[in-house]
């Protein structure tokens, strides 16, 4: 028998990085919390409090976000705004950050993609959005403007900025460019810019290359797994603003929020293009079999 210490004897970064990786090519993803102890010797409690988090240690790890994506996919919001509670127990506050919520659950970032999901969970908590994340970037405002507009299924009108599901008010537009009509028109340029292939000068003067570059450039966006505003905006509008399932729109009925599927799925090799993306409402989303398992 081979006399082996019960606890690792280097706790260096580098150390737990590498044992993390090796974890990682032994086990079937995702790599849980509990897959990881049952391979490993170092304690999943170090772990975090040397990242911050088990997901940023995985992300130190260089570990994708297919490692941690099927287990997000089950998450219900109802599961979400349980760990809300917990971690508001834990920090003794109501109100804390998208950050320190991160920090100090075993959720992923990818939960919250966006910072307005996440105030919006907040609120179904009965917690208080924190007071920095109303310094709105421009981001935020466009993220906000796609949710009410999508919820409505048409354009929307400044009072209707004031009232849920809005969480950025009109102000906040008119501050930024001038009026309602100015953000508005901001908003579909930010759109229009996202859909289409940018042609630059550079480009336009090398004729030959025309071709090869601009596809280039659309291949290098449909190979990212994020999928730009005004891509999910296209393909929402394109599905008359309804689950392309069971039909069900955000404005029809409570709690339904939309979500952008990619048919094939990315992992498999799907595109994000508008041919291979639908819209789903969560409950589909999460219920949707894979077809292509
Ligand atoms: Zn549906």
Avoid at 6 to 23: G, H, L
Avoid at 167 to 191: C, Q
Wanted: some cysteine.
């Amino acid at each position: 028998m081979k006399f082996e210490l019960n606890r690792p004897t280097d706790y260096s970064d580098e150390a737990i990085i590498n044992e993390i990786k090796r974890v990682s090519l032994i086990v079937e993803k995702p790599l849980t919390i509990s897959k990881f102890n049952n391979n490993s010797k170092y304690g999943v409690d170090t772990i975090r409090k040397r990242f911050g988090s088990w997901l940023q240690a995985l992300n130190k790890a260089g570990l994708d976000e297919s490692y941690l994506h099927l287990e997000n996919q089950k998450i219900s919001t109802e599961e979400i705004i349980e760990e809300l509670k917990k971690v508001s127990k834990k920090l003794n506050s109501k109100s804390f950050s998208r950050k320190d919520f991160i920090t100090n659950s075993d959720m992923s970032q990818f939960v919250f993609k966006r910072e307005n999901s996440f105030n919006k969970l907040m609120k179904q908590a009965g917690l208080d959005i924190p007071l920095k994340s109303r310094k709105y970037t421009d981001d935020d405002r466009f993220e906000n403007l796609l949710n009410v507009w999508t919820h409505y299924g048409r354009q929307p009108n400044y009072a209707e900025m004031k009232n849920e599901p809005s969480i950025v008010g009109p102000k906040a537009y008119v501050i930024r460019w001038g009026s309602w009509t100015k953000a508005l028109i901001a908003f579909i340029e930010k759109v229009n810019s996202d859909i289409s292939v940018e042609i630059t000068s550079e480009i336009k003067s090398a004729e030959n290359e025309n071709v090869e570059k601009l596809e280039h450039k659309k291949n290098s966006k449909e190979d990212r797994r994020e999928i730009p505003l005004g891509l999910r905006f296209t393909i929402i509008k394109r599905d008359g603003y309804k689950c392309v399932i069971c039909g069900r729109s955000p404005n029809t009925t409570f709690g339904i929020e939309f979500h952008i599927d990619h048919i094939i799925p990315f992992s498999k090799g799907g595109k994000t293009r508008e041919g291979n993306l639908r819209t789903l409402c969560n409950e589909c989303n999460i219920g949707k079999s894979n077809q292509f398992d």
